[in-house]
Structure formats: C-alpha cells, structure tokens
C-alpha cells in the first residue's frame, strides 16, 4: 500500500471538470492560479527530492481537477513527464483523483502502463439529492461502478467525501460512511464543507438558502464517522481543507474552515471514551487517564477542551492524563495509591 507515503503535490485546478459544482473553486482551495505543465511536473518532482533526500521515493499525486476526464494529449503530457523519475525508481509511484463518472476499463489500462497505482474518487456523497442539489452531475451508482472497477483493476482506492453539502444531514453522512465501507477502499478523506467566496454556494448561503455547516458540527458528526472508519479498518488520511493562505485571509467565508480540524475531531473521539469512565457518583474526584504514548494532547483536547468539559459536567476537582502502553484510542481510568 502507498497511502501513507509521503507526497509531491501538482494541482491542476478545475482541468476536466464537466461541472460546477456548488461548493468548488479548486484554485483557492489549492493555492494554484493556472493548470500544471509538465514543466511544472519535472520542477515538482525535483524540489520534492531535493526536500526527501534521507528517505524513501516519495509519490508524485495530481489533485484539484477530474484528471481522466481533461483531453488524452494533456494527460500523457503530465504523466510523460513523470516517466523518467520512475524508471529511475526516485519516485515510488502516481497517484491521481478523479470522478466517478470519468472512470472506464480502458482509461484504467493506459493509467497502468504509465505508472498510476493510486486513484483517488471524488464521491462526495452516497446520497442522491445532496449529489443533485451539489451539482455534482454523478450518481451514487456511479461511484459504486467505479470504486469496484478500480480495485478490481488492482489500483489503490482512496475515496473523498464531505459533510455538510446542501441537503445533507448527519444521518445522511453516516450512511454515506457506511457505504463507503462496503466499497472497501484503501483510505478516505473527509472535507467538511467550507463557504468559499465567489462559489454558487456562498450565493446560495448569503440568499439564505443555505445554512453554514459549522466547525462544532462538522466536528461532532465527523468524529462518529470517524469511528465507524476505524471499526472497518480503513484509515483517514485526511480530515478538512489543507489550510492556505488565502483560505485563511477571507477566501474561507464561513463553514467548517479551521486549521486543526483533525485535532479537533481525535479530541471529541477522546471526549466520548473519558465520558464513558466517569458517572454521577465521581463528583468532587481527582480523576487520572492512561492513554497511548503521545497522545495526551489529543486526550487533554485543545485549550484543555476535554478538561474543562469534564469538570463541568461530572463535578470533578481534577482530570489528569498519564502514558501508557496503551493502543491509540484506547482510554483507561487509573486508581492512584
């Protein structure tokens, strides 16, 4: 498996996509102004090892636009470019993402022999009225076609969905969770949705036609589905919008935008194991939790969220967090002497 390598990202923004969907504008959500070359391909690649040196061949990954669905010329251009540091083994590999709908078996044979191993779908979500009501111009069946097309290809399967789109509850993305499970990808991103300004979805949220999908709920549905990724065995590899200058200057309107949502997300998942140690009868105790090596910040939660949280609620005198060999999620109470 490749999804834990370390990556060298070219993004080649709104290249092939057939339509606007409501929440995108790839070049503010990238921080890249025009499409890649391959020019800008081979710069890429070379800056990327020159940051790598004392490590293994990282991967060379294509995000921002529907990749298989810009023209065939400039596919094999950017991909051609890629070539030489592959046979030179100095990059392990090519990741691309792409639409369900811009998949077919013999778009898969020509990514093969030009070196693609991982591709990432941009999904979304399984329901189909968010899918409508996002402008997304696919169906939840075509992202199961796609999904079982690519791993039966024998490529990685990374699988994008978000929280929050127009029509979108917390039930609905549970389901969307759930069913991605049963596609069985390699990994998944989760990108709670952001108002990006000058999209039809900052319109629609200043028309009142749309309700801000917040950093507290995207947190808080996000780390149920989080959970149920977990329990599957399949990981996160990313949760929320790489954080970039212009996002955080004003190009993130309003929505779930916050430059630690991950962190925000473990630390609710501690929250709800911390909770199920404690009852009514722990009032006025001093409380201590064992948790995994390096994970009592995740435990503590950001400015001591999880601490405070606590004390309010169960009436306690003090919560402390101790290591131990423990796994990652894993919480336990202590009895001190």
Known sequence: MTVRRRLIPVFVPH???????????????SGAQRPASAEDVRRAVLEGLART??????????????????????????LSAARPFLREGRIAGI?????????????????????????????????????????????PEDAE???????????????????????????????????FVDLAP????????????????????????????????????CAEIAEIFDKAGIPVIRLGLNPTDDLSRGGAAAGAYHPALGELVLARRYLARERALLSEAD???????????GRVSAATGQKRANVV????????????????ALPPMTVERVREL
């Open 15 to 29: 290249l092939g996509c057939p339509h606007q969907c409501v929440f995108c504008d790839q070049r503010r959500i």
């Open 53 to 78: 040196k004392d490590a293994g061949p990282p991967v060379l990954a294509f995000y921002g636009g529907s990749f298989t669905a810009i023209p065939r010329q400039a596919q094999e251009e950017l």
């Open 95 to 139: 990741r691309l993402s792409t639409r369900p709908d811009a998949i077919d078996p013999e778009t898969l044979d020509r990514l093969r022999a030009c070196g693609v191993n991982t591709i990432e779908l941009g999904v979304q979500s399984m329901d189909p009225d968010v899918l409508r009501l996002s402008g997304r111009g696919h169906t």
């Open 145 to 179: 076609r796609a999904a079982g097309m690519v791993r039966s290809a024998g490529f990685e399967l990374i699988l994008q969905m978000m929280t929050g789109l127009p029509g979108d509850t917390r039930e609905k993305s549970v389901r969307t969770a759930e069913r």
């Open 186 to 221: 390699d990994g998944v991103r989760i990108y709670p949705t952001v108002i990006i300004r000058g999209t039809p979805l900052y319109e629609m949220w200043r028309a009142g036609l749309y309700r801000e999908h917040t950093v507290e709920e995207a947190v808080d549905w």
């Open 283 to 293: 009032r006025g105790a001093d409380v201590l939790f064992a948790v995994a090596p």
């Open 309 to 324: 949280a606590l004390t309010e609620t169960f009436g306690l005198r003090s919560v402390r967090f101790t290591e131990k």
